[in-house]
T-cell receptor, first 111, second 115 residues
Framework: GESVGLHLPTLSVQEGDNSIINCAYS??????FIWYKQESGKGPQFIID?????DKRQGQRVTVLLNKTVKHLSLQIAATQPGDSAVYFC??????????FGKGTMLLVSP | NAGVTQTPKFRVLKTGQSMTLLCAQD?????MYWYRQDPGMGLRLIHY???????AKGEVPDGYNVSRLKKQNFLLGLESAAPSQTSVYFC??????????????FGPGTRLTVL
């Protein structure tokens, strides 16, 4: 069954705002948690990952937070741009880098 | 460097027909994967391979078979297509070792409709 899920199906923000996309997971044995971005008609694109023994990792304009106590993962996008509009998936990684995906959150950025 | 490519991009089948989807990668990756994505859903793993000549079942393997005869290719077969297999199919590959061993690179997808 599904072990990774998202709280909000659609998130609408204004250009320049910060966006926060949330995800809950149920499997404590996962090695990594990963965020993917999927634009319409394309395959998912890797954004950032976080190892299960970390609680925060920063990339370019993105930050991932992991709270193992409540099994919660979030993706923060700073200064959101129209090009950030897409569906965002969290995924948990287990053996042989296999992924279990959540249902996705659509991020809509208006100018 | 084309990355991950998938053939065909679109296909319509009648119930009971068979077909093979081809995935090719030119990054010398060890690991390859097949996923399906249904409307409003995340991707679900069908089968995967951790090296030439090896395959393993994922979350939803029933009705599909796979083969990895060459390291760069991963084939997904449907022996007798059913309407429930209407979906978008994505192939992915990952290095399997090194600092980015777990980063999967996805192809553009194949949209399959079974009537």
């Amino acid at each position: 069954g599904e072990s990774v899920g998202l709280h909000l199906p659609t998130l609408s923000v204004q250009e320049g705002d910060n966006s926060i996309i949330n995800c809950a997971y149920s499997n404590s044995a996962s090695d990594y948690f990963i965020w993917y971005k999927q634009e319409s008609g394309k395959g998912p694109q890797f954004i950032i990952d976080i190892r299960s023994n970390m609680d925060k990792r920063q990339g370019q304009r993105v930050t991932v937070l992991l709270n193992k106590t409540v099994k919660h993962l979030s993706l923060q996008i700073a200064a959101t741009q129209p090009g950030d509009s897409a569906v965002y998936f969290c995924a948990e990684m287990r053996g042989y880098s296999t992924l279990t995906f959540g249902k996705g959150t659509m991020l809509l950025v208006s100018p | 460097n084309a990355g991950v490519t998938q053939t065909p991009k679109f296909r319509v089948l009648k119930t009971g027909q068979s077909m093979t989807l081809l995935c090719a990668q030119d990054m010398n990756h060890e690991y390859m994967y097949w996923y399906r994505q249904d409307p409003g859903m995340g991707l679900r793993l069908i089968h995967y391979s951790v090296g030439e000549g090896t395959t393993a079942k994922g979350e939803v393997p029933d009705g599909y078979n796979v083969s990895r005869l060459k390291k760069q290719n991963f084939l997904l077969g449907l022996e007798s297509a059913a309407p429930s297999q209407t979906s978008v199919y994505f192939c992915a590959s990952a290095p399997g070792s090194g600092s980015s061993y777990n980063e999967q690179f996805f192809g553009p997808g194949t949209r399959l409709t079974v009537l």
